[in-house]
Each structure stands twice: as C-alpha cells, then as structure tokens.
C-alpha cells in the first residue's frame, strides 16, 4: 500500500503526461470520414477527464475510479461511431486498458493507469494522425 506522498507522486507522474497526451490526440487534419470528429471526441473526453482527477485529493484515490470508467465508456462508444477501421481498433484497445486499470487505481495503484495513457500517443494519437 502506498504512503500518502508516495500516492501523490504516483498521481502527479500520471497528469504529468497529459500535454503530451492532449497534443497527440489534435493531430486530425486530413483523415477521412468521421476521424477528424471522433478523434476530436477522445480529445475532449480526455481533457475533462484529466480536469475531474486533477482536483482529486492525493489520500483518496477511490475517487479515480469512477472519472475513469466514465473515460473508458466514453471512448468504447467513440469506438463505435468510428467509420475508421485503425481508430476503432485504437479506441478500443484504449477503452480496455483504461477498463482494467480502473479497478487498480481505486486501491491508489497508479502504475496500470499510468501506462495506459502513456500508449494513448502511441496508439490512439496515431491513429488521429
């Protein structure tokens, strides 16, 4: 279990990312169909969502939960209307990781969340390339 301060740290490590993440996700211009919108979805999703934790106490790290789940539904129903095969498979990939890091994070585990927004360039931030 971690400390208090150890649980902050790991918090601010996962925000810590999200400029990064936030900027992979504006990269649409020139997709086809409905990416440059779907992918504009994500990254609004993803910018509330890093607003709702970023006000979350460091002691209380159940309150991750639910904003999480809440992404992870977001982007599987984004997934959903993507007319994009690539971005479908990405949004989806992401929903998961962020499904099963969710049940991590309540416990004030941070690592799962932590990787899976650190794929989130990679996979998803590609996609909307």
């Known amino acids: 279990m971690l400390t208090g301060i150890e649980r902050e740290g790991a918090m601010r490590r996962v925000l ?21 919108a779907v992918c504009s979805d994500a ?10 934790v970023r006000t979350v106490p460091a002691g209380q790290p159940a309150q991750w939960k639910a904003p999480t789940d809440q992404l992870a539904a ?8 993507a007319d994009d095969g690539k971005l479908r498979t990405a949004l989806n990939a992401e929903a998961g990781r962020l499904r099963a890091a969710s049940t991590t994070v309540a416990s004030g585990d941070m690592a799962q969340l932590n990787t899976a ?8 931030g590609k996609a909307c390339d």
């Open 43 to 52: 990254k609004a999703a993803y910018a509330a969502y890093i607003t709702q």
């Open 117 to 124: 927004l650190a794929q989130t360039p990679r996979g998803l």
């Open 74 to 81: 977001k982007l599987g129903a984004l997934a959903g209307k």
């Open 16 to 36: 810590s990312g999200s400029g990064v993440l936030l900027a992979a996700l504006g990269l649409t211009a020139g997709c086809g169909g409905n990416s440059a």
